[in-house]
């Protein structure tokens, strides 16, 4: 068994993985290249969280882990993570939001569209979806998250703006662009 600080999306207990996205490994990811540049290259922007019992790579396994993405944003670009498909395209994925508040980007063959994330929010994200979270307020951004063990990530099809809509604070007013 394990043990969640689930507000605060981190785990208590050992063993969990960790991963940390800085400004400097998101070179690509946000559209204003010279915003991105003079940022402070160390400058967090999410970390990840997550437990994964079973091997990856496992049909039939589940892992389960928390995104926290810090508030902030590059030129009028909100602070977002990379975005996936998963490696096996028809695994699914459930998020709920615990603190903040945000957007899920969501990309299937036919269509982008986007679902508020505020505390208590559930998102079904179904198979063949891309999906991307942005922080669009004040404070970080906490949900967690539950998908297959053999689902991977595939980051290489979304890159060169294939969501096709951005997230972004213009004038003082969220914005999509
Ligand atoms: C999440 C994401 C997490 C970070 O656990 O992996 O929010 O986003 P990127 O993987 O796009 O950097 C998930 O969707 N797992 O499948
Ligand atoms: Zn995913």
């Known amino acids: 068994m394990s043990s969640i600080d689930w507000k605060e999306g981190r785990f208590q207990s050992k063993g969990a993985m960790r991963s940390v996205k800085r400004i400097g490994d998101m070179a690509g990811v946000f559209s204003d290249a010279t915003a991105w540049q003079s940022m402070d290259q160390q400058m967090l922007v999410y970390s ?3 437990e994964q019992r ?14 926290i993405i810090q508030p ?24 709920t939001t615990v603190q903040g508040i945000g957007m899920l980007v969501l990309r299937d063959d036919r269509a982008t569209w986007t679902e508020v994330m505020s ?15 942005v922080n669009t307020g004040e404070s970080p951004l906490i949900f ?7 689902a991977g990530h595939d980051y290489a099809t979304i890159e060169k703006d ?16």
């Open 48 to 50: 990840v969280e997550w």
């Open 54 to 67: 079973a091997e990856p790579g496992l049909e039939g396994g589940l892992f389960w882990g928390a995104t």
């Open 72 to 95: 902030g944003k590059v030129g009028e670009e909100y602070f977002m993570t990379r975005g996936h498909f998963h490696m096996r395209r028809d695994r699914g994925e459930y998020y």
């Open 119 to 133: 505390p208590g929010s559930l998102h079904y994200i179904p198979g063949q979806t891309a999906h991307r979270t």
């Open 144 to 150: 967690w998250a539950c998908w297959p063990s053999d």
């Open 162 to 177: 294939f969501f096709s809509i951005r997230v972004v604070n213009q004038d003082g007013a969220l914005g999509i662009a």
